[in-house]
């Protein structure tokens, strides 16, 4: 599971003294829930069903495969199965390749998701070796599954708008500048970006 709400606050606290503009942003928007899910084979798969896809869309592909298939948490499951049984599920092409290259990594036991690298790079390269999990996915996989305190998404446009805008800058900072303003909070970057995220929202609802 990602970092609790326990673990989250002390972060975001932990930040607030490393960097004031932190402080400020904080006493707008206040503390984010937690951002939790489950580890393992089906967070991951339901990641490569939900890409460009509506929340409701995805359950709704994803209903109609347990419907069609069983047991979604098996990773045979979606191995044994015909490629028409999953495009009839709504499953593009795509997705089916991708389905599959999920399945296959975990059943032949080259990704073991229950003793990823504990090295963050080396997790986003053993999770990016999937079809359709980019650098992206793989992030977020190890920050709200894992709970690993240090990811950093600074790829994530939301994350980049809104830590831009909590350090007074005008412009949208790139993927590097992000980088390279993190590095003083770390290992609290997970938190940074759950805040991001947060804070973004409620910009959005207020505007």
Known sequence: ??????????????????????????????????RLRD???ETL????????VSVAAAQSIWN???????????????????????????????KVSYARSLAEEVTSGRLDLAHLPADDEEAIAA?????????WSAEIYLLFAEGRPDIWPAGDLAVQIEIGRILGH???PSEKML??????WRPYRGAAAIFA???????????
């Not at 990602?2 to 904080?26: M, Q």
């Not at 798969?45 to 460009?52: F, K, S, V």
């Not at 995220?197 to 505007?207: A, N, S």
């Open 1 to 34: 599971m990602g970092l609790s709400e326990t673990e989250l606050k002390a972060s975001i606290d932990a930040l607030v003294r490393i960097e004031p503009a932190f402080a400020v942003a904080l006493a707008r928007a206040g503390y984010p829930a937690p």
């Open 39 to 41: 580890r393992g084979y």
């Open 45 to 52: 798969l339901r990641t490569i069903i939900g890409q460009q």
């Open 64 to 94: 109609k495969l347990a419907a069609a298939l069983g047991d979604l948490t098996d990773p045979g499951t979606v191995a044994r199965a015909s490629d028409e049984t999953l495009r009839g599920a709504g499953l593009s092409r795509q």
């Open 127 to 135: 999770l990016t070796h999937i079809k359709g999990i980019g650098r």
């Open 170 to 172: 005008a412009e949208r």
């Open 179 to 184: 980088r390279e303003w993190s590095l003083p």
């Open 197 to 207: 995220w947060h804070h973004y929202k409620i910009d959005m609802d207020v505007i």
